[in-house]
């Protein structure tokens, strides 16, 4: 298994521009998640879903949008790009309980000037 | 909702020295307890958890963490440390009672130095 992965690993983004960071998963797992990690932040839910159709606001939603059309894949879509978004960003995905594991991919690290 | 408070930001500690990094949280319902660890330029990976029972979790890697209800607590422990447990320690808690989010402490970058 592949596990979690997420494309690009690194990208620059002029402010105004437009992007979709990839996530998939293949271990079937129904929930996906969506966070931002900021130095000495933490990281932050930005959106999650508990499957294919259906997603939902984490923390920070703000200028960003899902879509969850396989239990696969889990796209996060930047529109209109400001500095404040620059960041990392990790896609995770887990299976129904509050008990499991999350799986985290191998993030994205993105530049916005 | 759920908070986590991780104080330290940074640890240094010397090989095989043991080390602790605190973890406290807030929390009104009951809450299932994480340890996530992120090693250089990689995602996060779960180190150990608390659901129930014991108090007392161990990790394959010879850490341990001990769920404090009273003191609503859950401190990482290790008695010897190596160079290789240099990362970046998440402490994080998740509602027991249901929905799988999951709150996050601001980290703890442990460095083991020679």
Known sequence: NAGVTQTPKFRILKIGQSMTLQCAQDMNHNYMYWYRQDPGMGLKLIYYSVGAGITDKGEVPNGYNVSRSTTEDFPLRLELAAPSQTSVYFCASSRLSPEETQYFGPGTRLLVL | ?114
Request: with cysteine; proline share 4%; glycine share 8%.
């Open chain 2, 1 to 114: 909702a759920q908070s986590v408070t991780q104080l330290d930001s940074q640890v240094p500690v010397f090989e095989e020295a043991p080390v602790e990094l605190r973890c406290n949280y807030s929390s009104s319902v009951s809450v299932y307890l994480f340890w996530y660890v992120q090693y250089p330029n990689q995602g996060l990976q779960l180190l150990l958890k608390y659901l129930s029972g014991s108090t007392l979790v161990e990790s394959i890697n010879g850490f341990e963490a001990e769920f404090n209800k009273s003191q609503t607590s859950f401190h990482l422990r290790k008695p010897s440390v190596h160079i290789s447990d240099t990362a970046e320690y998440f402490c994080a808690v998740s509602d027991a009672g249901g929905g799988n989010k999951l709150t996050f402490g601001t980290g703890t970058q442990l460095k083991v130095e020679l």
